[in-house]
C-alpha cells in the first residue's frame, strides 16, 4: 500500500464519518416530540426528580391504559422496560429539559453504531473495501438515520446488536471473560429496552452453543455461562414487574402477514432481496455451465479451479474457522429474527433496526465475493446508497411503494424547516393559556405536557370527571395522540359557559414526526384545516 493510498483511504472514512454526524444530528430539534418520545421524555423528567419512573409528578400523570395497568401501586412505570428514560434522564441533567436534549443521547448512540460498526467489520474480515461499503450502506440508510434521532430506545437497539456480534465473535476466538462479558451486557440493555428484539438473539445464542461445541472448544461451557448471568439479571425485573400478565396476548396467529410485512420492509428499506439472491443465481448458473460441459464432453476443470470458481466468501482478510462460523451466526439471525418477529402482536420497522447491521454486512459480503467486476459492484452500491430502484425487481407488483431517492429527500428533509398541527397547537396554548389551566382533552397528550406543562385530563381514563369544577380548556379532538378519538362535542348545559375558537392549523397527518416508512412526513403540509377549542368564559 502506497502512502497515496493510505491518505486516500483515511480521508474517505473521515468524510463518510462526518457525513453520518452531520445527517444524525443536523436540525434535531427541529420536529417536535410524538406520543412515544413524549413518554419517554416525560418518564426521564420524573427519573431527574424522584430517581425513578414514576408516572405523576403531583399535576400529570402519566399512562396509556390507565393507573394500574401500566404502573404499580407506588406509581411507578412497570408496563416495559424503560433504558431509554434514564439515558435521556442523564441528558436532561446535563442540557436541560429540550427536544434537543431529549434526542442528543440516541443520535449520539446511532453514530457509534456506525463507527462500532467499521471497527467489527475491519477487525473481522481485515478487507478494507468490504468496511468501506458496509459503513456507506449503513450510515445511508434513511430509516436507520430517522430512527436514530428519536428519543427512544432503537438507536441503542443498533448499538447493542453490534456490541453483541463483537462478543460472539471473541467467543469463537477463545477470549472467554471478555466474550462473557460483551455478549452479556448487549443482551441485558436489549432486554431492558424491549423484550422482543432480545429473543431472536437468545435463540440464536442457544442454537449456536449446540452447533459449534465440536469446532470451538470451550464455547458450549461460555454460553451458558453467559445465558446464565443474563438470566439472573434480567428475572428480578419480570417478577417486579409482572411482566408476565403484560405479554399475555403476545403471540398472534397472523404469522404469514407478518413476515410479509417484514420481507417487504427489508427488500425496500434496508437492503434488497435481490442482492441475496446473487449467490443462488450464480450456482444455479454454474451448475448449468457443469452440464454444458458434460453434454459436450469437455474436460472438468481441476479441483483447484473448482474451489476458485466456488463460494470464497471467506477469501477475505481473516481467511480461520472462526470467521466462517461468525458467518453463518450471521445467517442464522435473519430467520431466528423474522419467526420472532412473526408471531409477535406489535408489527412495526423499528423492530429491523438490529437486523440492519447483520444484512448489510451480509449484502456486503455478497458484493465483496461474488460481483468480481469492481466497476461494476461500485455501481451496485452507488445505486443502492441513492435510490430504492433494485428492490422492486423482487417485488415488482402489489407494494405501496415507489421509485424514490431516499437520501437526497433525508437531506431536503433535516435541512428544511418543518411546521404541522401540533406546533401550531402548543404556541396557541403558550400565548393563551396559564401554567395552571386544565386542559380536558379525549387523549394522554404527552406531547402537550411536555411543551406546556399543562393539567391533562384524559376523559378515555376519567369518566366520572367532575364537571362542578370547570377545565379552562376543552379539545374536541386529541392534538397529539395517534388514534382518532372522534370529535367531543359540549352538551348543551355546558355550551353557554365555553366559546367556541376556531384555530387554523396545517392538516398533517397526525403520524408525521414517526421515523416509519409510509408514516413519516418529509415537508410540510401547506393546506390548513380547522381546530376546534372550547375556552372557559369568564364570570365577571
Given at each position: 500500500?502506497?502512502?497515496?493510498?493510505?491518505?486516500y483511504?483515511?480521508?474517505?472514512a473521515?468524510?463518510?464519518?462526518l457525513?453520518?454526524?452531520?445527517?444524525?444530528?443536523?436540525?434535531?430539534?427541529?420536529?417536535?416530540?410524538?406520543?412515544?418520545?413524549?413518554e419517554?421524555?416525560?418518564l426521564?423528567?420524573?427519573?431527574?426528580?424522584?430517581?425513578?419512573?414514576?408516572?405523576?409528578?403531583?399535576?400529570?400523570?402519566?399512562?396509556?391504559?390507565?393507573?394500574?395497568?401500566?404502573?404499580?401501586?407506588?406509581?411507578?412505570?412497570?408496563?416495559s422496560?424503560?433504558?431509554?428514560?434514564?439515558?435521556?434522564?442523564?441528558?436532561?441533567?446535563?442540557?436541560?429539559?429540550?427536544t434537543?436534549?431529549?434526542?442528543?443521547?440516541?443520535?449520539?448512540?446511532?453514530?457509534?453504531?456506525?463507527?462500532?460498526?467499521?471497527?467489527?467489520?475491519?477487525?473481522?474480515?481485515?478487507?478494507?473495501?468490504?468496511?468501506?461499503?458496509?459503513?456507506?450502506?449503513?450510515?445511508?440508510?434513511?430509516?436507520f438515520?430517522?430512527?436514530?434521532?428519536?428519543?427512544?430506545?432503537?438507536?441503542?437497539?443498533?448499538?447493542?446488536?453490534?456490541?453483541?456480534?463483537?462478543?460472539?465473535?471473541?467467543?469463537?476466538?477463545?477470549?472467554?471473560?471478555?466474550?462473557?462479558?460483551?455478549?452479556?451486557?448487549?443482551?441485558?440493555?436489549?432486554?431492558?429496552?424491549?423484550?422482543?428484539?432480545?429473543?431472536?438473539?437468545?435463540?440464536?445464542?442457544?442454537?449456536?452453543?449446540?452447533?459449534?461445541?465440536?469446532?470451538?472448544p470451550?464455547?458450549?461451557?461460555?454460553?451458558?455461562?453467559?445465558?446464565?448471568?443474563?438470566?439472573?439479571?434480567?428475572?428480578?425485573w419480570?417478577?417486579?414487574?409482572?411482566?408476565?400478565?403484560?405479554?399475555?396476548?403476545?403471540?398472534?396467529?397472523?404469522?404469514?402477514?407478518?413476515?410479509?410485512?417484514?420481507?417487504?420492509?427489508?427488500?425496500?428499506?434496508?437492503?434488497?432481496?435481490?442482492?441475496?439472491?446473487?449467490?443462488?443465481f450464480?450456482?444455479?448458473?454454474?451448475?448449468?455451465?457443469?452440464?454444458?460441459?458434460?453434454?459436450?464432453?469437455?474436460?472438468?476443470?481441476?479441483?483447484?479451479?473448482?474451489?476458485?470458481?466456488?463460494?470464497?466468501?471467506?477469501?477475505?482478510?481473516?481467511?480461520?474457522?472462526?470467521?466462517?462460523?461468525?458467518?453463518?451466526?450471521?445467517?442464522?439471525l435473519?430467520?431466528?429474527?423474522?419467526?420472532?418477529?412473526g408471531?409477535?402482536?406489535?408489527?412495526?420497522?423499528?423492530?429491523?433496526?438490529?437486523?440492519?447491521?447483520?444484512?448489510?454486512?451480509?449484502?456486503?459480503i455478497?458484493?465483496?465475493?461474488?460481483?468480481?467486476?469492481?466497476?461494476?459492484?461500485?455501481?451496485?452500491?452507488?445505486?443502492?446508497?441513492?435510490?430504492?430502484?433494485?428492490?422492486?425487481?423482487?417485488?415488482?407488483?402489489?407494494?405501496?411503494?415507489?421509485?424514490?431517492?431516499?437520501?437526497?429527500?433525508?437531506?431536503?428533509?433535516i435541512?428544511?424547516?418543518y411546521?404541522?398541527?401540533?406546533?401550531?397547537i402548543?404556541?396557541?396554548?403558550?400565548?393563551?393559556a396559564?401554567p395552571?389551566?386544565?386542559?380536558?382533552?379525549?387523549?394522554?397528550?404527552?406531547?402537550?405536557?411536555?411543551?406546556?406543562?399543562?393539567?391533562?385530563?384524559?376523559?378515555?381514563?376519567?369518566?366520572?370527571?367532575?364537571?362542578?369544577?370547570?377545565?379552562?380548556?376543552?379539545?374536541?379532538e386529541?392534538?397529539?395522540?395517534l388514534?382518532?378519538?372522534?370529535?367531543?362535542?359540549?352538551?348543551?348545559?355546558?355550551?353557554?359557559?365555553?366559546?367556541l375558537?376556531?384555530?387554523?392549523?396545517?392538516?398533517?397527518?397526525?403520524?408525521?414526526?414517526?421515523?416509519?416508512?409510509?408514516?413519516?412526513?418529509?415537508?410540510?403540509?401547506?393546506?390548513?384545516?380547522?381546530?376546534?377549542?372550547?375556552?372557559?368564559?369568564?364570570?365577571?
Amino acid at each position: 500500500m502506497t502512502l497515496l493510498d493510505s491518505w486516500y483511504k483515511k480521508v474517505a472514512a473521515a468524510g463518510i464519518m462526518l457525513f453520518c454526524a452531520f445527517l444524525l444530528s443536523y436540525n434535531l430539534d427541529d420536529r417536535m416530540l410524538w406520543g412515544d418520545e413524549a413518554e419517554t421524555a416525560l418518564l426521564a423528567i420524573n427519573i431527574t426528580k424522584y430517581g425513578a419512573p414514576k408516572v405523576t409528578d403531583g399535576k400529570n400523570y402519566i399512562t396509556l391504559f390507565g393507573k394500574g395497568v401500566d404502573t404499580n401501586k407506588h406509581d411507578i412505570w412497570i408496563w416495559s422496560p424503560r433504558i431509554d428514560s434514564y439515558i435521556a434522564a442523564v441528558s436532561f441533567s446535563v442540557l436541560g429539559k429540550t427536544t434537543f436534549a431529549a434526542r442528543f443521547p440516541f443520535a449520539l448512540l446511532g453514530f457509534l453504531s456506525v463507527f462500532f460498526l467499521a471497527f467489527l467489520t475491519q477487525k473481522i474480515y481485515a478487507d478494507n473495501e468490504l468496511t468501506f461499503i458496509v459503513v456507506l450502506l449503513f450510515a445511508t440508510n434513511v430509516w436507520f438515520l430517522l430512527h436514530a434521532r428519536q428519543c427512544r430506545y432503537y438507536s441503542l437497539t443498533a448499538f447493542t446488536q453490534i456490541w453483541f456480534m463483537y462478543g460472539f465473535y471473541q467467543l469463537l476466538r477463545g477470549q472467554s471473560v471478555s466474550g462473557i462479558i460483551n455478549t452479556v451486557l448487549p443482551l441485558l440493555l436489549q432486554f431492558y429496552s424491549t423484550y422482543i428484539i432480545v429473543a431472536p438473539n437468545l435463540l440464536v445464542f442457544g442454537v449456536s452453543a449446540f452447533l459449534f461445541r465440536k469446532r470451538v472448544p470451550g464455547i458450549l461451557k461460555n454460553i451458558i455461562t453467559s445465558c446464565a448471568v443474563f438470566v439472573i439479571l434480567s428475572v428480578p425485573w419480570l417478577i417486579y414487574s409482572g411482566a408476565g400478565q403484560h405479554l399475555q396476548g403476545f403471540v398472534r396467529k397472523q404469522f404469514f402477514d407478518n413476515l410479509k410485512f417484514y420481507l417487504t420492509e427489508i427488500n425496500f428499506h434496508i437492503s434488497p432481496i435481490v442482492i441475496f439472491a446473487i449467490p443462488v443465481f450464480l450456482y444455479l448458473l454454474n451448475l448449468l455451465k457443469k452440464l454444458y460441459d458434460a453434454i459436450l464432453g469437455k474436460r472438468e476443470k481441476s479441483k483447484d479451479q473448482e474451489k476458485t470458481a466456488g463460494d470464497n466468501s471467506t477469501n477475505m482478510g481473516n481467511n480461520n474457522e472462526s470467521v466462517k462460523n461468525f458467518n453463518l451466526f450471521l445467517w442464522m439471525l435473519i430467520p431466528a429474527s423474522l419467526f420472532m418477529l412473526g408471531i409477535t402482536v406489535h408489527v412495526f420497522f423499528r423492530y429491523l433496526i438490529p437486523l440492519t447491521p447483520v444484512l448489510l454486512i451480509l449484502s456486503s459480503i455478497i458484493l465483496i465475493t461474488k460481483v468480481k467486476a469492481r466497476l461494476f459492484r461500485w455501481m451496485l452500491v452507488l445505486i443502492l446508497c441513492f435510490s430504492n430502484i433494485l428492490s422492486f425487481v423482487c417485488m415488482p407488483f402489489g407494494t405501496i411503494h415507489e421509485f424514490e431517492v431516499p437520501i437526497i429527500k433525508y437531506v431536503e428533509d433535516i435541512t428544511s424547516k418543518y411546521e404541522n398541527g401540533f406546533k401550531d397547537i402548543v404556541a396557541f396554548f403558550k400565548a393563551n393559556a396559564s401554567p395552571e389551566d386544565t386542559v380536558l382533552t379525549p387523549d394522554p397528550e404527552l406531547p402537550l405536557i411536555f411543551y406546556t406543562n399543562l393539567k391533562i385530563i384524559d376523559l378515555r381514563l376519567n369518566h366520572s370527571f367532575d364537571f362542578r369544577k370547570l377545565p379552562e380548556w376543552i379539545l374536541s379532538e386529541s392534538a397529539s395522540g395517534l388514534r382518532d378519538t372522534g370529535e367531543l362535542k359540549l352538551s348543551d348545559q355546558f355550551k353557554d359557559q365555553y366559546e367556541l375558537i376556531l384555530l387554523k392549523i396545517h392538516g398533517n397527518s397526525k403520524h408525521d414526526n414517526r421515523p416509519d416508512p409510509h408514516l413519516h412526513a418529509w415537508f410540510t403540509n401547506n393546506k390548513f384545516r380547522q381546530f376546534k377549542i372550547y375556552k372557559k368564559k369568564i364570570v365577571k
